[in-house]
């Protein structure tokens, strides 16, 4: 039975006794929205489906089945958020009293009920729930705002670190499109951050540290970049199934060949370049040992190669919000390193989320390298980014 009124958080009433539920809903109704339930099974149930509707419980001791205590305990695990009542006859008071010591209620209620103290008990268990709600609430608004601050700063200083890459082409349009791509998925990761209010970042010290780290990885793999390209324009035959066995045995992956693909055509990476960018494709998508399936294919004036997760991949989005390790500071700096690669030969890297969760790498390699040097000029795409990242 449900009776709506102007209360927006209602409160489930359960007791085996029909008569005490008519009872309840009539005093209690003209103040709450009252729901109710005649076992704790039925309890169960509701609380399954309007537990966010839900801002209080009272539950009799003594019913059929499980007893009003074993309710609690389970809400107590279940539903924290939710204030919990007991009421009992005199009969039960060791009952209500251990409720209380151990902490599964806010308060007990004695039966028969004085009903001026009933509505008063209850007013007081809803008053503390939603002061509990507005304590989460300026929590929440307060992560918000940290994890805004701390977005922002690091999309500063990857801009930086990547434009100071200035013996690449276009170094500005890389690091803009890999913003771009790890914007949404990793807000989305924040909002589970905010929720849980754990895991983020320790401190000051820790974000200067893991920029650190990611900019250390980034020059590193950046200084072996030179020897990835084809400089003098031959026509080199790549094995990219000797590349594919060469990563999987030294990073402990499946890599598994999508088809029986082996583009013929000229890319602007060497041998070693390919090995280099199916490594860091492979870290990047299995650092959580899943298997990992390529396709390699011939497009249009070069080789598009894609990676596919055997399950998405949190990591990614996740690896921007916590210190995590140096391994995965120094995958972060790797992929950065291999959009402005990918981005100086003339090429492209795509990014594929589910949600948070990458799920793919797309990156296309031209047969040669654009020597087309124009990058962006104008500060606007940086405007963007802070409108994007705030």
């Given at each position: 039975?449900?009776?709506?009124?102007?209360?927006?958080?209602?409160?489930?009433?359960?007791?085996?006794?029909?008569?005490a539920?008519?009872?309840?809903?009539?005093?209690?109704?003209?103040?709450?929205?009252?729901?109710?339930?005649?076992?704790?099974?039925?309890?169960?149930?509701?609380?399954?489906?309007?537990?966010e509707?839900?801002?209080?419980?009272?539950?009799?001791?003594?019913?059929?089945?499980?007893?009003?205590?074993?309710?609690?305990?389970h809400?107590?695990?279940?539903?924290?958020?939710i204030?919990?009542?007991?009421?009992?006859?005199?009969?039960?008071?060791d009952?209500?009293?251990?409720a209380?010591?151990?902490?599964?209620?806010?308060?007990?209620?004695?039966?028969?009920?004085?009903?001026?103290?009933?509505?008063?008990?209850?007013?007081?268990?809803?008053?503390?729930?939603?002061?509990e709600?507005?304590?989460?609430?300026?929590?929440?608004?307060?992560?918000?705002?940290?994890?805004r601050?701390?977005?922002?700063?690091?999309m500063?200083?990857?801009?930086?670190?990547?434009?100071?890459q200035?013996?690449?082409?276009?170094?500005?349009?890389?690091?803009?499109?890999?913003?771009?791509?790890?914007?949404?998925?990793?807000?989305?990761?924040?909002?589970?951050?905010?929720?849980?209010?754990?895991?983020?970042?320790e401190g000051?010290?820790?974000?200067?540290?893991?920029?650190?780290?990611?900019?250390?990885?980034?020059n590193?793999?950046?200084?072996?970049?030179?020897?990835?390209?084809?400089?003098?324009?031959?026509?080199?035959?790549?094995?990219?199934?000797?590349?594919?066995?060469?990563?999987g045995?030294?990073?402990?992956?499946?890599?598994?060949?999508?088809?029986?693909?082996?583009?013929?055509?000229?890319?602007?990476?060497?041998?070693?370049?390919?090995?280099?960018?199916?490594?860091?494709?492979?870290?990047?998508?299995?650092?959580?040992?899943?298997?990992?399936?390529?396709?390699?294919?011939?497009?249009d004036?070069?080789?598009?190669?894609?990676?596919?997760?055997?399950?998405?991949?949190?990591?990614?989005?996740?690896?921007?919000?916590?210190?995590?390790?140096?391994?995965?500071?120094?995958?972060?700096?790797?992929l950065?390193?291999?959009?402005?690669?990918?981005?100086?030969?003339?090429g492209?890297?795509?990014?594929?989320?589910?949600?948070t969760?990458?799920?793919?790498?797309?990156?296309?390699?031209?047969?040669?390298?654009?020597?087309?040097?124009?990058?962006?000029?104008?500060?606007?795409?940086?405007?963007?980014?802070?409108?994007?990242?705030?």
């Amino acid at each position: 039975m449900t009776v709506t009124n102007k209360d927006s958080h209602a409160i489930l009433f359960v007791d085996d006794e029909e008569k005490a539920r008519k009872m309840f809903t009539r005093l209690v109704s003209t103040q709450f929205t009252v729901l109710t339930a005649a076992d704790v099974k039925e309890a169960k149930e509701i609380l399954d489906k309007e537990h966010e509707n839900i801002g209080v419980l009272i539950t009799d001791q003594r019913m059929p089945g499980e007893l009003g205590v074993d309710l609690l305990r389970h809400i107590r695990r279940t539903y924290p958020k939710i204030i919990r009542m007991l009421t009992t006859a005199y009969t039960d008071l060791d009952d209500a009293i251990e409720a209380v010591n151990t902490g599964e209620i806010f308060r007990y209620i004695n039966k028969p009920w004085n009903v001026d103290e009933l509505l008063i008990d209850l007013r007081l268990a809803m008053n503390f729930f939603n002061i509990e709600q507005d304590r989460q609430q300026l929590i929440q608004e307060k992560m918000s705002l940290s994890h805004r601050q701390s977005r922002i700063e690091m999309m500063k200083s990857l801009i930086t670190m990547s434009s100071s890459q200035a013996h690449f082409n276009r170094p500005k349009q890389a690091v803009k499109s890999f913003l771009q791509q790890v914007a949404e998925p990793q807000i989305l990761a924040e909002q589970n951050f905010t929720k849980e209010a754990n895991g983020y970042w320790e401190g000051e010290v820790d974000k200067t540290e893991k920029m650190i780290q990611i900019n250390t990885s980034l020059n590193q793999w950046s200084e072996q970049a030179s020897d990835f390209i084809n400089t003098d324009g031959s026509s080199e035959a790549i094995d990219y199934q000797g590349c594919i066995d060469q990563v999987g045995n030294e990073l402990s992956i499946n890599i598994m060949l999508d088809g029986a693909n082996n583009p013929s055509a000229q890319s602007a990476l060497n041998q070693q370049g390919i090995t280099a960018l199916l490594s860091v494709i492979s870290q990047t998508l299995a650092n959580s040992g899943n298997d990992l399936k390529l396709a390699i294919n011939n497009v249009d004036q070069g080789v598009e190669i894609t990676g596919t997760a055997s399950s998405p991949n949190s990591g990614l989005a996740e690896q921007f919000l916590t210190m995590g390790d140096a391994n995965s500071d120094q995958q972060l700096g790797q992929l950065l390193a291999t959009f402005i690669l990918i981005h100086h030969l003339g090429g492209s890297v795509k990014l594929g989320f589910e949600e948070t969760n990458l799920a793919t790498i797309q990156v296309t390699i031209p047969q040669s390298m654009d020597n087309d040097t124009d990058d962006i000029q104008d500060g606007v795409w940086i405007e963007d980014l802070f409108v994007l990242y705030s």
